[in-house]
């Protein structure tokens, strides 16, 4: 599985595209998301990042840009979204690293006070994280790319609009009304759509022709 892993990190800092949005897609949410409450953003962006970043391998793989190194890996197609699945957590640490460092710098260059590393927001961010691609992975086997993307920006966007939201209104906003972060309930949640989905999957890659 390292060998994969390698593999995804490559393309990651070596996707423009994905080196672009690491770059800008911070100040982008700083800009946009007018907390009075800095954990908000911290929030929205260790969600962001790792959701994108766990994306990106895994559409990468399933559109055939890097077929050729998995079809060379030693590696069965269970053990592929296995993998897929428990890269999640990797991309979740690499995201807090990076994004600690990031805002760090602009807390230190007094651009604008920021949380670098709130522990009850990266809490809070695992089972959203777990929600969104539970969701979003099984979409890229059972449909063509483009209806899995409308289904991608639709969860993307309704989060982001949700942060928004939450950051201009606080304990008003609706998703601090119906108490989406309050007690277990989302963490159970996540770990069944979380197992329901990686064997949903397993199922879906076996017969999808590579």
């Given at each position: 599985m390292l060998a994969i892993l390698k593999k995804d990190l490559?393309?990651?800092?070596?996707?423009?595209?994905?080196?672009?949005?690491?770059?800008?897609?911070?100040?982008?949410?700083?800009?946009?998301?007018?907390?009075?409450?800095?954990?908000?953003?911290?929030?929205?962006?260790?969600?962001?990042?790792?959701?994108?970043?766990?994306?990106?391998?895994?559409?990468?793989?399933?559109?055939?840009?890097?077929?050729?190194?998995?079809?060379?890996?030693?590696?069965?197609r269970d053990r592929i979204v296995l993998y897929k699945y428990i890269s999640i957590f990797v991309y979740f640490f690499v995201t807090l690293v990076y994004v600690g460092a990031y805002l760090w710098i602009i807390n230190a260059t007094g651009l604008k006070i920021v949380d670098y590393f709130n522990l009850e927001m990266a809490l809070k961010a695992i089972p959203i994280i777990m929600i969104f691609?539970?969701?979003?992975?099984?979409?890229?086997?059972l449909f063509e790319p483009r209806i899995a993307q409308i289904i991608h920006m639709v969860i993307f966007l309704s989060f982001f609009i949700g942060?928004?939201?939450?950051?201009?209104?606080?304990?008003?906003?609706?998703?601090?009304?119906?108490g989406?972060?309050?007690?277990?309930?989302?963490?159970i949640l996540a770990i069944i759509l979380y197992l329901a989905s990686l064997i949903i999957s397993i199922k879906l890659y076996r017969k999808k022709d590579l």
């Open positions: 490559i393309l990651l800092f070596t996707n423009k595209r994905d080196i672009l949005f690491m770059i800008f897609y911070i100040p982008f949410l700083i800009f946009i998301i007018d907390s009075y409450e800095p954990k908000w953003l911290y929030l929205a962006i260790i969600v962001s990042y790792t959701y994108i970043t766990s994306l990106s391998s895994f559409y990468h793989d399933i559109d055939g840009k890097s077929k050729y190194i998995l079809n060379s890996l030693p590696m069965t691609t539970s969701i979003v992975f099984p979409s890229y086997l942060m928004v939201n939450l950051g201009s209104l606080g304990d008003k906003s609706f998703i601090k009304m119906i989406i972060f309050q007690g277990n309930r989302m963490l």
